[in-house]
């Protein structure tokens, strides 16, 4: 991978080291309220919104086709093609590491 120089990016400085005011604001922020609600921001210009893109939900279920899937299961009509499942199973690399990969 190509290294980044920082100096061509806009907006972005070098990294510096800490001062001891700006390790008392970070411990501050980091500290729990009394009200046990957390800061809005973590750091110093950062604000994190909580919406509905963070909050999904439920995910979308159509429930009367797990109900048929479910009794075809049951009563032994729902078609079990073992390679299938294993395509599926390699698409989704459930279950194993390929080797070099952890």
Do not use: C, H, N, W
């Not at 809005?40 to 939900?57: N, W, Y």
């Not at 979308?60 to 499942?85: H, K, M, Q, T």
């Amino acid at each position: 991978m190509p290294s980044i120089e920082l100096s061509r990016l806009q907006g972005v400085s070098a990294p510096r080291a800490l001062s001891e005011s700006d390790r008392a604001q970070l411990d501050a922020r980091a500290k729990p309220r009394a009200d046990g609600a957390a800061d809005r921001a973590a750091t110093p210009g950062v604000a994190i919104e909580v919406g509905a893109l963070v909050d999904a939900g439920q995910p979308p279920v159509d429930s009367d086709r797990v109900a048929e899937i479910r009794a075809a299961l049951e009563d032994g009509s729902y078609p079990l093609v073992p390679a299938r499942i294993a395509d599926a199973m390699i698409a989704a690399r459930v279950g194993f590491t390929l080797a070099g990969e952890r």
